[in-house]
Each structure stands twice: as structure tokens, then as C-alpha cells.
């Protein structure tokens, strides 16, 4: 016995403390980088956590913060930069230009934004969905390619382009 722990006890905190450590090295919280290829863990990795960089280039699942955020396969999170841009994303992504490629759901919030396919609120001066389920988009200029006519199907679609505001339901 060493001041009150017995042998077993001090085995059982060691274990756990070795199954906790490898489990928080295992799961990525933290990602840092300059570039896509000079980061703590490479583009393949999926970051759980928070991700700084002048330009990363993960999938995620959490905040990531930078000049360039690239978002692969399924993301989700909140992601702040000049410019976003993923495969699918859930979530908010606030930049200057947003770029969704396949899907995005959440909102998207920037001078320029752009979905595949929208499920959200597109916000900003130029917004774009190639296609969209249930969408609002608010700015300038709208558009919502899938949108069949101009209020042909009023009230659950508006029209293809609109100013100021464009739905899709």
C-alpha cells in the first residue's frame, strides 16, 4: 500500500488514463495548417475538433477558422474563412464566398454562395443553388435552377431568379 492506494487501484488509474489518452490522440481535436499538405494530420484525416490554417483541407466535424477552408466528403460544423468550400456540408459556412459542391444543409452566409443542392438559407449579395428541397435564399440576386417557372407554382416555388428574395418548398 503507498500512502492509501493499493497496487490494484494504482493499475486501474493507470489503464484508464492510457485508454483516455489514446482515445483523445486518437479522435484528431486539433488541426494545423499552412497548406493542405503542410498540416499535422494530412487531408485524409478527419478533424473532430478545431482546425486553423491559411488554407486547410479536411473533412470535419466542428469549427474550423481560416483564410481557406476546404471541407472534403461529409462535413459538418461551423466554418469561418474568406473562403469556404466542401463536398457536402451540414452546418454554417460564413466567408466571403461559400461553395458547397454536391449538397449543403444550414446556412450559408457571404457575399457569394453557392450549393448543388440547397436544404437551408442562402444569404448574401449572390446566391446560387443548382437545386434545392426546402430553401430560402435572401440577397441581391437568387437563384434556384430547379425552380420550374415564374410563380407557375406559387406559394411553394417562386421562380428559376429573383431579386431580393427566391424559395424553393
Known amino acids: 500500500m503507498v500512502n492509501g492506494f493499493t497496487m490494484n487501484k494504482i493499475l486501474r ?8 489518452s489514446s482515445n483523445i490522440f486518437a479522435a484528431k481535436f486539433f488541426n494545423a ?13 478527419t478533424i473532430d475538433g478545431l482546425t486553423i490554417g491559411i488554407w486547410s483541407e479536411n473533412p470535419q466535424h466542428a469549427l474550423a477558422l481560416g483564410i481557406v477552408n476546404g471541407s472534403t466528403s461529409d462535413s459538418a460544423g461551423l466554418s469561418i ?15 466571403f464566398v461559400n461553395y458547397s459542391e454536391t449538397s449543403f444543409m444550414g446556412l ?8 448543388g443542392k ?3 438559407v442562402q444569404f448574401g449579395v449572390v446566391n ?11 440577397g441581391l440576386v437568387n ?14 416555388q417562386l421562380a428559376p431568379g429573383m431579386v431580393f428574395v427566391n424559395w424553393r418548398f
Do not use: C, M
Not at 446560387?128 to 435572401?138: G, L
Not at 437563384?143 to 411553394?156: A, D, K, L, V, Y
Open 33 to 45: 495548417s499552412l497548406v493542405p499538405g503542410v498540416a499535422i494530420f494530412g487531408r485524409t484525416q
Open 13 to 20: 488509474l493507470f489503464v484508464a488514463a492510457t485508454l483516455i
Open 143 to 156: 437563384i434556384i435552377q430547379n425552380n420550374e417557372s415564374w410563380f407557375g407554382h406559387f406559394p411553394s
Open 81 to 95: 474563412a474568406l473562403v469556404n468550400y466542401a463536398q457536402n456540408y451540414k452546418g454554417v459556412q460564413w466567408a
Open 118 to 120: 440547397l436544404s437551408g
Open 128 to 138: 446560387i443553388a443548382h437545386a434545392a428541397d426546402k430553401a430560402v435564399q435572401i
Open 108 to 115: 450559408q452566409s457571404g457575399a457569394v454562395n453557392y450549393a
